[in-house]
Protein backbone atom coordinates (compact mmCIF):
# COMPACT_ATOMS: atom_id res chain seq x y z
CA UNK A 1 0.00 0.00 0.00
CA UNK A 2 1.32 3.37 -1.21
CA UNK A 3 2.61 5.41 1.78
CA UNK A 4 0.35 8.26 1.15
CA UNK A 5 -2.73 6.39 1.16
CA UNK A 6 -2.03 5.16 4.16
CA UNK A 7 -1.10 8.18 5.57
CA UNK A 8 -4.28 9.65 4.70
CA UNK A 9 -6.22 6.19 6.08
CA UNK A 10 -4.66 6.31 9.80
CA UNK A 11 -5.53 10.33 9.97
CA UNK A 12 -9.11 9.79 9.03
CA UNK A 13 -9.08 6.95 11.52
CA UNK A 14 -7.46 8.93 13.96
CA UNK A 15 -9.76 12.00 13.71
CA UNK A 16 -13.20 9.62 13.33
CA UNK A 17 -12.75 7.54 16.28
CA UNK A 18 -12.50 9.81 19.36
CA UNK A 19 -15.48 11.89 17.39
CA UNK A 20 -16.94 8.68 17.16
CA UNK A 21 -17.08 7.87 20.65
CA UNK A 22 -17.74 11.50 21.89
CA UNK A 23 -21.07 11.27 19.63
CA UNK A 24 -22.14 7.83 21.18
CA UNK A 25 -21.76 9.67 25.03
CA UNK A 26 -24.07 12.15 23.80
CA UNK A 27 -26.69 9.76 22.65
CA UNK A 28 -26.20 11.38 19.18
CA UNK A 29 -26.15 9.50 16.05
CA UNK A 30 -21.98 7.42 15.54
CA UNK A 31 -20.07 9.73 13.11
CA UNK A 32 -18.81 6.56 11.48
CA UNK A 33 -22.23 4.67 10.62
CA UNK A 34 -20.30 1.71 8.97
CA UNK A 35 -16.82 0.08 8.16
CA UNK A 36 -16.84 -1.78 4.19
CA UNK A 37 -14.49 -4.14 3.81
CA UNK A 38 -14.29 -6.03 0.08
CA UNK A 39 -12.15 -7.93 -2.65
CA UNK A 40 -12.71 -6.85 -5.62
CA UNK A 41 -11.20 -7.60 -9.16
CA UNK A 42 -8.74 -5.20 -10.25
CA UNK A 43 -9.44 -3.40 -13.89
CA UNK A 44 -11.86 -5.02 -15.73
CA UNK A 45 -13.47 -3.71 -19.14
CA UNK A 46 -16.99 -2.89 -18.06
CA UNK A 47 -17.15 0.41 -18.32
CA UNK A 48 -13.69 1.20 -19.41
CA UNK A 49 -12.29 0.62 -22.05
CA UNK A 50 -9.53 -2.27 -21.70
CA UNK A 51 -7.98 -4.20 -18.61
CA UNK A 52 -4.13 -3.39 -18.40
CA UNK A 53 -4.00 -4.10 -14.61
CA UNK A 54 -4.52 -7.62 -13.25
CA UNK A 55 -4.98 -9.25 -10.18
CA UNK A 56 -7.08 -8.33 -7.26
CA UNK A 57 -7.78 -5.26 -5.05
CA UNK A 58 -8.79 -4.75 -1.60
CA UNK A 59 -11.33 -2.15 -1.02
CA UNK A 60 -12.08 -0.15 2.53
CA UNK A 61 -14.73 2.32 3.51
CA UNK A 62 -15.63 4.46 6.47
CA UNK A 63 -19.46 5.14 5.80
CA UNK A 64 -20.33 8.50 7.91
CA UNK A 65 -23.61 9.12 9.52
CA UNK A 66 -26.57 10.28 7.14
CA UNK A 67 -26.55 13.70 6.03
CA UNK A 68 -30.25 13.69 5.45
CA UNK A 69 -32.82 11.48 3.94
CA UNK A 70 -33.99 11.88 0.42
CA UNK A 71 -35.46 10.23 -2.22
CA UNK A 72 -36.68 7.08 0.40
CA UNK A 73 -33.10 7.12 1.29
CA UNK A 74 -30.10 9.05 3.14
CA UNK A 75 -27.50 10.79 2.04
CA UNK A 76 -23.88 9.74 3.26
CA UNK A 77 -20.15 10.72 3.26
CA UNK A 78 -17.77 8.07 2.28
CA UNK A 79 -14.34 7.89 3.08
CA UNK A 80 -12.12 4.39 1.24
CA UNK A 81 -9.42 3.36 -0.67
CA UNK A 82 -9.03 0.42 -3.50
CA UNK A 83 -5.67 -1.14 -3.73
CA UNK A 84 -4.10 -3.38 -5.88
CA UNK A 85 -2.29 -6.18 -4.35
CA UNK A 86 -0.23 -6.59 -7.65
CA UNK A 87 0.99 -3.22 -6.14
CA UNK A 88 -0.43 -1.49 -9.46
CA UNK A 89 -2.78 1.33 -9.27
CA UNK A 90 -4.22 2.57 -5.86
CA UNK A 91 -6.24 5.14 -5.27
CA UNK A 92 -8.14 6.79 -2.20
CA UNK A 93 -11.77 8.77 -2.65
CA UNK A 94 -14.44 10.65 -0.70
CA UNK A 95 -17.55 10.24 -2.25
CA UNK A 96 -21.14 11.43 -1.71
CA UNK A 97 -23.42 7.97 -1.47
CA UNK A 98 -27.42 7.70 -1.47
CA UNK A 99 -28.48 4.36 -0.19
CA UNK A 100 -31.79 2.98 0.20
CA UNK A 101 -33.03 -0.08 2.22
CA UNK A 102 -36.01 -2.21 1.12
CA UNK A 103 -36.35 -5.37 3.56
CA UNK A 104 -32.64 -6.79 3.57
CA UNK A 105 -31.92 -5.91 0.33
CA UNK A 106 -30.21 -2.62 0.02
CA UNK A 107 -28.69 -0.23 -3.24
CA UNK A 108 -26.23 2.74 -3.08
CA UNK A 109 -24.97 4.74 -5.66
CA UNK A 110 -22.59 7.58 -5.66
CA UNK A 111 -20.51 10.44 -7.11
CA UNK A 112 -17.46 12.13 -5.88
CA UNK A 113 -13.62 12.29 -5.67
CA UNK A 114 -10.58 10.40 -6.44
CA UNK A 115 -6.73 10.40 -6.00
CA UNK A 116 -4.31 7.73 -7.40
CA UNK A 117 -0.49 7.44 -7.59
CA UNK A 118 -0.66 5.57 -11.07
CA UNK A 119 1.61 5.96 -13.66
CA UNK A 120 0.81 9.46 -16.23
CA UNK A 121 2.77 8.00 -18.56
CA UNK A 122 2.27 5.42 -21.56
CA UNK A 123 4.46 2.29 -20.20
CA UNK A 124 1.49 -0.22 -20.33
CA UNK A 125 2.69 -1.73 -17.27
CA UNK A 126 0.31 0.57 -15.68
CA UNK A 127 -3.18 1.84 -16.95
CA UNK A 128 -2.38 5.67 -18.10
CA UNK A 129 -5.44 7.29 -16.30
CA UNK A 130 -4.79 10.92 -18.12
CA UNK A 131 -4.65 12.87 -14.38
CA UNK A 132 -3.59 12.58 -10.85
CA UNK A 133 -7.22 13.55 -10.02
CA UNK A 134 -10.42 11.29 -11.32
CA UNK A 135 -13.84 11.19 -10.54
CA UNK A 136 -15.30 8.12 -8.55
CA UNK A 137 -18.44 6.36 -9.26
CA UNK A 138 -19.32 3.43 -7.20
CA UNK A 139 -22.42 1.37 -7.07
CA UNK A 140 -23.62 -1.81 -4.76
CA UNK A 141 -26.40 -4.00 -4.52
CA UNK A 142 -26.54 -6.20 -1.58
CA UNK A 143 -28.40 -8.02 1.55
CA UNK A 144 -28.41 -6.79 4.94
CA UNK A 145 -28.43 -10.58 6.72
CA UNK A 146 -28.39 -9.41 10.57
CA UNK A 147 -29.44 -5.67 11.49
CA UNK A 148 -25.87 -5.09 11.69
CA UNK A 149 -24.25 -7.14 8.83
CA UNK A 150 -24.34 -7.46 5.24
CA UNK A 151 -22.85 -8.75 1.69
CA UNK A 152 -22.95 -6.90 -1.19
CA UNK A 153 -21.69 -6.86 -4.69
CA UNK A 154 -20.20 -3.61 -5.50
CA UNK A 155 -18.82 -1.95 -8.62
CA UNK A 156 -16.70 1.13 -8.86
CA UNK A 157 -15.59 3.25 -11.98
CA UNK A 158 -12.57 5.82 -11.75
CA UNK A 159 -12.07 8.05 -14.85
CA UNK A 160 -11.32 11.88 -15.69
CA UNK A 161 -14.36 12.33 -17.74
CA UNK A 162 -12.63 13.23 -21.06
CA UNK A 163 -10.70 16.20 -18.94
CA UNK A 164 -7.72 14.96 -19.66
CA UNK A 165 -5.39 12.43 -22.04
CA UNK A 166 -6.37 9.52 -22.48
CA UNK A 167 -9.51 8.52 -20.49
CA UNK A 168 -9.47 4.82 -20.55
CA UNK A 169 -11.02 4.61 -17.14
CA UNK A 170 -10.69 1.97 -14.82
CA UNK A 171 -13.39 -0.76 -13.43
CA UNK A 172 -13.30 -2.46 -10.43
CA UNK A 173 -15.99 -5.32 -8.87
CA UNK A 174 -16.28 -7.72 -6.39
CA UNK A 175 -18.16 -8.98 -3.34
CA UNK A 176 -17.68 -6.51 0.24
CA UNK A 177 -19.15 -7.24 3.96
CA UNK A 178 -19.98 -4.51 6.07
CA UNK A 179 -20.37 -4.11 9.79
CA UNK A 180 -22.64 -1.08 10.91
CA UNK A 181 -21.73 0.48 14.48
Given at each position: ?44 AIVAAD ?131
Amino acid sequence: MPKSLLRLLTVAAMVALPLTAAAQERDAAPLIYELRLGLLQHDIAIVAADDVEDGAALNGELAFRSLTDFWGGSLRPVLGGTFSTENRTHYGYFDLRWEALWDKVFFGIGLGGAIHDGELSRDRKNKDLGSRVLFHIPAELGYQFTPRNRISLYFEHISNADLADPNPGMDSIGLRLSHRF
